[in-house]
C-alpha cells in the first residue's frame, strides 16, 4: 500500500470517478479537482456505486479557464491523472469554447505540476487526436498519427484534443529537464458502466439509442473501450517504467452506430422496437451537416473504417482490455438500473 497523493482533474466527469475509484483499491490518496466544491457529495456517491465503501478523498476549486487554485491543487502530489476536458454531445457555435479549455487548461495543469515537482503526469487526450491523419483511411491508426486540424472536415472536438495534447508535449518539451514525466492515454469512445445520472457524452449516445429518438442512423463507426480499462491503464501509465514519453491508445475493437444498437438489443430485449437498424446514405448526412450543425461533428468520420491498433499498450502495458461488446452492454444495463432506458 502506498501513501502517494493522486490529483485527478474533473472529479466530476465519467472518466475520473472511475480513475479514482481505481487509485483508492490501489491504496492511494486521492485529492480531486471540481469548479465547485459543492459536487463533492456526487462524486462520494459515486464513488460507493463503484464498491468504495467509504470514500475518502479530498476536493479543491479549480477551473481550466483560470489560473489561480492549480499551483495548490498540484502541491504535494507524487502523480497528476490530467483527466478534465470538455465533451460536447454536438458541435458549439465557437470552436474556442472546446479548444481553449481544453488546450489552455492543460498549460496551466502541466506547468502547476512542473512548479510543485510532481514526477509524472498522465493526460487523457482521445482517439480523436488520432485518427484523421493522412494516411489511407482503411489502415489502423496506431500512437505514431496525428490529428489534422487543418482539415475541414474534423470537428471542434477532434480539433480541442489534438491542440491540447500538442501543446502539453511542446511545454513538456521546454522545459528540458525540469520537466515531469509525461505520457497520454489516447481512448476511443469510452462506455462502460455509468456510476449515476450524471451522464457522459457516450452514455447519452446510448439512451438516445434506447429510447428510439432517431429513426435512422448514419454510417459511421468509432473505437470503443471500456472505462474501467480506461481507468486501470491510466494506473498502470502512472508508474510504468516504459509508459513515461509516449502516447498509449486505449481501444478494443470498432463498432458501427448499428453495431452499438444491436449489443444493446442483446443486453435489453425489450428495446428491439426502439433501436433504430436502417443506415442513412453518407451523402445524404453529408449534405445535412451543413445545416445541422451537430451532424458536422460526425461528417470526417462517414464512411472511414476507424481502425486502432492497440498492441503497443497490450504488449508493452499490459492491458487487457474487455471487448467493445462488453463495453457498451455493460453501458446500456447501467442504465437500466438507473432507470434511465
Same mark, same amino acid.
Given at each position: 500500500?502506498?501513501?502517494?497523493?493522486?490529483?485527478?482533474?474533473?472529479?466530476?466527469? $465519467?472518466?475520473?470517478?472511475?480513475?479514482? #475509484?481505481?487509485?483508492?483499491?490501489?491504496?492511494?490518496?486521492?485529492?480531486?479537482?471540481?469548479?465547485?466544491?459543492?459536487?463533492?457529495? !456526487?462524486?462520494?456517491?459515486?464513488?460507493?456505486?463503484?464498491?468504495?465503501?467509504? &470514500?475518502?478523498?479530498?476536493?479543491? !476549486?479549480?477551473?481550466?479557464?483560470?489560473?489561480?487554485?492549480?499551483?495548490?491543487?498540484?502541491?504535494? *502530489?507524487?502523480? %497528476?491523472?490530467?483527466?478534465?476536458?470538455?465533451?460536447?454531445?454536438?458541435? &458549439?457555435?465557437?470552436?474556442?469554447?472546446?479548444?481553449?479549455?481544453?488546450?489552455?487548461?492543460?498549460?496551466?495543469?502541466?506547468?502547476?505540476?512542473?512548479?510543485?515537482?510532481?514526477?509524472?503526469?498522465?493526460?487523457?487526450?482521445?482517439?480523436?487526436?488520432?485518427?484523421? *491523419?493522412?494516411? =489511407?483511411?482503411?489502415?489502423?491508426?496506431?500512437?505514431?498519427?496525428?490529428?489534422?486540424?487543418?482539415?475541414?472536415?474534423?470537428?471542434?472536438?477532434?480539433?480541442?484534443?489534438?491542440?491540447?495534447?500538442?501543446?502539453?508535449?511542446?511545454?513538456?518539451? !521546454?522545459?528540458?529537464?525540469? #520537466?515531469?514525466?509525461? *505520457?497520454?492515454?489516447? &481512448?476511443?469512445?469510452?462506455?462502460?458502466?455509468?456510476?449515476?445520472?450524471?451522464?457522459?457524452? +457516450?452514455?447519452?449516445?446510448?439512451?438516445?439509442?434506447?429510447?428510439?429518438?432517431?429513426?435512422?442512423?448514419? @454510417?459511421?463507426? $468509432?473505437?470503443? %473501450?471500456?472505462?474501467?480499462?480506461?481507468?486501470?491503464?491510466?494506473?498502470?501509465?502512472?508508474?510504468? &517504467?516504459?509508459?513515461?514519453?509516449?502516447?498509449?491508445? =486505449?481501444?478494443?475493437?470498432?463498432?458501427?452506430?448499428?453495431?452499438?444498437?444491436? %449489443?444493446?438489443?442483446? =443486453?435489453?430485449?425489450?428495446?428491439?422496437?426502439?433501436?433504430?437498424?436502417?443506415?442513412?446514405?453518407?451523402?445524404?448526412?453529408?449534405?445535412?451537416?451543413? $445545416?445541422?450543425?451537430?451532424?458536422? +461533428?460526425?461528417?470526417?468520420?462517414?464512411?472511414?473504417?476507424?481502425? *486502432?491498433?492497440?498492441?503497443?499498450?497490450?504488449? @508493452?502495458?499490459?492491458?487487457?482490455?474487455?471487448? =467493445?461488446?462488453?463495453?457498451?452492454?455493460? #453501458?446500456? @444495463?447501467?442504465?437500466?438500473?438507473?432507470?434511465?432506458?
Amino acid at each position: 500500500m502506498t501513501a502517494d497523493l493522486v490529483l485527478v482533474t474533473g472529479a466530476t466527469g $465519467f472518466i475520473a470517478k472511475h480513475c479514482i #475509484a481505481e487509485l483508492l483499491r490501489a491504496g492511494y490518496a486521492v485529492r480531486g479537482t471540481v469548479r465547485s466544491v459543492a459536487r463533492r457529495g !456526487e462524486v462520494e456517491a459515486a464513488l460507493r456505486q463503484a464498491g468504495i465503501a467509504d &470514500p475518502e478523498i479530498e476536493v479543491v !476549486e479549480a477551473d481550466l479557464l483560470r489560473d489561480d487554485g492549480w499551483p495548490a491543487a498540484t502541491r504535494g *502530489c507524487r502523480y %497528476v491523472l490530467h483527466v478534465a476536458s470538455p465533451f460536447p454531445s454536438g458541435e &458549439p457555435s465557437d470552436a474556442d469554447q472546446l479548444i481553449r479549455p481544453a488546450r489552455d487548461g492543460a498549460l496551466r495543469v502541466v506547468r502547476a505540476a512542473a512548479s510543485n515537482g510532481v514526477e509524472r503526469i498522465v493526460q487523457t487526450s482521445s482517439v480523436a487526436a488520432i485518427m484523421m *491523419c493522412p494516411k =489511407a483511411h482503411h489502415l489502423p491508426r496506431t500512437e505514431e498519427d496525428w490529428t489534422d486540424v487543418d482539415n475541414p472536415d474534423v470537428g471542434s472536438y477532434a480539433r480541442s484534443k489534438t491542440l491540447a495534447e500538442r501543446a502539453a508535449w511542446d511545454a513538456i518539451g !521546454e522545459m528540458g529537464d525540469a #520537466a515531469p514525466a509525461f *505520457c497520454t492515454v489516447n &481512448p476511443g469512445v469510452v462506455l462502460g458502466p455509468a456510476l449515476d445520472k450524471d451522464l457522459s457524452t +457516450s452514455h447519452v449516445l446510448i439512451r438516445l439509442l434506447g429510447r428510439g429518438v432517431y429513426p435512422a442512423l448514419p @454510417k459511421v463507426a $468509432f473505437p470503443v %473501450v471500456d472505462v474501467r480499462d480506461v481507468a486501470r491503464q491510466h494506473v498502470t501509465a502512472m508508474t510504468h &517504467p516504459d509508459a513515461a514519453g509516449s502516447r498509449w491508445l =486505449a481501444c478494443n475493437g470498432t463498432l458501427s452506430l448499428r453495431d452499438i444498437g444491436r %449489443v444493446i438489443v442483446d =443486453a435489453l430485449p425489450d428495446l428491439e422496437r426502439k433501436v433504430p437498424t436502417i443506415e442513412l446514405p453518407s451523402a445524404m448526412v453529408r449534405l445535412a451537416s451543413h $445545416f445541422d450543425r451537430n451532424l458536422k +461533428s460526425i461528417r470526417a468520420d462517414l464512411g472511414r473504417a476507424n481502425l *486502432c491498433d492497440n498492441s503497443k499498450t497490450v504488449n @508493452k502495458l499490459g492491458i487487457e482490455f474487455r471487448s =467493445a461488446d462488453e463495453a457498451v452492454s455493460s #453501458a446500456a @444495463k447501467s442504465l437500466r438500473e438507473l432507470g434511465i432506458i
